[in-house]
């Protein structure tokens, strides 16, 4: 009985397997290419130019959609998108022309290019950049490996032979803090620009000059902001030499500017080793949201003052970070679409960004002034240094160097300069923390 019921099963799945199936062959077989009718030539050529890009940029239509299938406006079609074609070649000016880091202008530039290609769609989910930007931009993975290279590729050293110098550091995350504040301001009396305390509290990382930790807050607090946030962040990093320099000058004298540090005393390998240690251990006791970016950081530092493993850190140093440096500045790139980035969000968080990080590199030089009032002659502080208090290592603590050098060609500042850097880097982590565990 138990058989019979069985066959006959097995029989009526059988039936309805089979018409499914040919259902589906009729299905294929109506949607079959229609065969190519012979065209004249005008209507070849006019064939032709309705797919370039010619006539998408110079004729935009009605019912186009963006990477994220809403509807395009004819502005951002045409105009929108050479203005930001016309921003990409100007990132690749500031790259080659002009030496700005262009280990991240190049990438970045290259990717907003592609983005505004027409009709392609290499930004959108299926395309190349889209791909990239899901791959290791969204779920955090290339930020943490950044910060894995940064710390194989950091001295600690400075710091821990002036300790002293981490308050600089510290003074110029308040620019996070009063980012945050500008964030609420801007969205509670600018028209069109609506802000939340989350995303004001992503957008705020900008202020510490981090592109990796304002990646990593952003997915968390404000994924809907996540690339204009990513944008922001690695374009001031970028021109940290052309927006530092001029504040520099303002908050300090001639004076100032030519003062000498005192050698810095010799750090034993022990005390480097260790450092990492104790820093990742107050970070899991302490600020457990963000161990992610810490315990990166403090992984590449550990594996380059161990000594034991030459190798890998010298594909921390060199291979990882390069190629994620690559995949990173196309997959934000792809936010200088038209589209996503003229818009008032966008340009709110560009301002924002640009005031934070100005307030940040005041903050440091400022502090340092400050420090100089209670400290004796022979341990005055440069204070050009405390503008090297921003997250943008080592190219904050290069531009520090570079400015010094301008008024006592034998006045080396750089490595004086290294401490505040990698504390800001720490400091921007912590803050990052700070955020992430007051809106868990």
Same mark, same amino acid.
């Given at each position: 009985m138990k058989k019979n019921i069985l066959i006959a099963f097995f029989l009526i799945f059988s039936i309805f397997a089979s018409n499914s199936f040919a259902s589906d062959v009729v299905v294929e077989q109506k949607q079959e290419k229609q065969p190519y009718h012979s065209k004249t030539m005008s209507e070849l050529v006019d064939s032709f130019y309705a797919t370039t890009g010619i006539k998408a940029l110079f004729q935009p239509q009605e019912g186009v959609k963006d990477a994220k299938g809403k509807d395009m406006t004819l502005f951002a079609q045409g105009a929108g998108r050479i203005i930001m074609i016309f921003i990409c070649f100007l990132l690749f000016y500031l790259a080659i022309k002009k030496g700005f880091e262009p280990l991240l202008l190049i990438p970045i530039g290259f990717g907003g290019l592609l983005a505004n290609i027409p009709i392609a769609n290499m930004a959108g989910p299926d395309g190349m950049l889209g791909i990239i930007y899901s791959m290791g931009i969204t779920n955090q993975f290339f930020?943490?490996?950044?910060?894995?290279?940064?710390?194989?590729?950091?001295?600690?050293? $400075?710091?821990l032979a002036n300790p002293k110098t981490a308050l600089l550091g510290g003074a110029a995350q308040f620019a996070i803090f009063g980012s945050l504040v500008g964030a609420v301001l801007l969205s509670t009396y600018v028209p069109g620009i609506n802000f939340t305390l989350e995303q004001a509290a992503a957008i705020s990382i900008i202020g510490g000059a981090d592109g990796p930790t304002s990646i990593f807050v952003a997915s968390k607090l404000a994924p809907e902001l996540l690339g204009a946030i990513a944008v922001a962040a690695y374009s001031y990093m970028a021109l940290?030499?052309?927006?530092?320099? $001029?504040?520099?000058?303002?908050?300090?004298?001639?004076? #100032?500017?030519?003062?000498?540090?005192?050698?810095?005393?010799?750090?034993?390998?022990?005390?480097?080793?260790?450092?990492?240690?104790?820093?990742?251990?107050? /970070?899991?006791?302490?600020?457990?949201?963000? /161990? $992610?970016?810490?315990? /990166?950081?403090?992984?590449?530092?550990?594996?380059?003052?161990?000594?034991?493993?030459?190798?890998?850190?010298?594909?921390?140093?060199?291979?990882?970070?390069?190629?994620?440096?690559?995949?990173?500045?196309?997959?934000?790139?792809?936010?200088?679409?038209? #589209?996503?980035?003229?818009?008032? #969000?966008?340009?709110?968080?560009?301002?924002?960004?640009?005031?934070?990080?100005?307030?940040?590199?005041?903050?440091?030089?400022?502090?340092?002034?400050?420090?100089?009032?209670?400290?004796?002659?022979?341990?005055?502080?440069?204070?050009?240094?405390?503008? /090297?208090?921003?997250?943008?290592? $080592?190219?904050?603590?290069?531009?520090?160097?570079?400015?010094?050098?301008?008024?006592?060609?034998?006045?080396?500042?750089?490595?004086?300069?290294?401490?505040?850097?990698?504390?800001?880097?720490?400091?921007?982590?912590?803050?990052?923390?700070?955020?992430?565990?007051?809106?868990?």
């Open positions: 930020p943490l490996l950044i910060f894995m290279g940064v710390g194989a590729m950091t001295d600690f050293g $400075p710091l940290v030499p052309l927006i530092q320099p $001029p504040i520099m000058r303002v908050l300090t004298t001639d004076a #100032e500017r030519k003062i000498k540090m005192t050698t810095l005393r010799k750090v034993s390998k022990l005390e480097k080793i260790v450092f990492p240690l104790v820093v990742l251990s107050l /970070a899991i006791l302490i600020l457990p949201d963000a /161990a $992610p970016l810490i315990g /990166a950081l403090c992984l590449g530092n550990f594996a380059r003052e161990s000594g034991v493993v030459d190798r890998l850190s010298d594909t921390m140093q060199n291979a990882l970070i390069n190629i994620v440096t690559i995949f990173l500045g196309l997959g934000v790139g792809s936010k200088l679409a038209s #589209e996503q980035f003229l818009v008032p #969000e966008t340009m709110g968080i560009m301002v924002i960004g640009l005031l934070a990080f100005s307030a940040g590199t005041a903050g440091g030089v400022i502090m340092a002034k400050l420090m100089n009032l209670v400290s004796s002659k022979e341990n005055q502080i440069n204070p050009l240094i405390g503008a /090297a208090g921003v997250s943008a290592v $080592p190219m904050a603590a290069r531009v520090v160097s570079k400015e010094g050098q301008l008024y006592d060609k034998s006045n080396i500042l750089l490595m004086h300069a290294m401490g505040p850097n990698v504390s800001g880097v720490i400091g921007s982590a912590v803050a990052a923390g700070v955020l992430l565990s007051i809106f868990k």
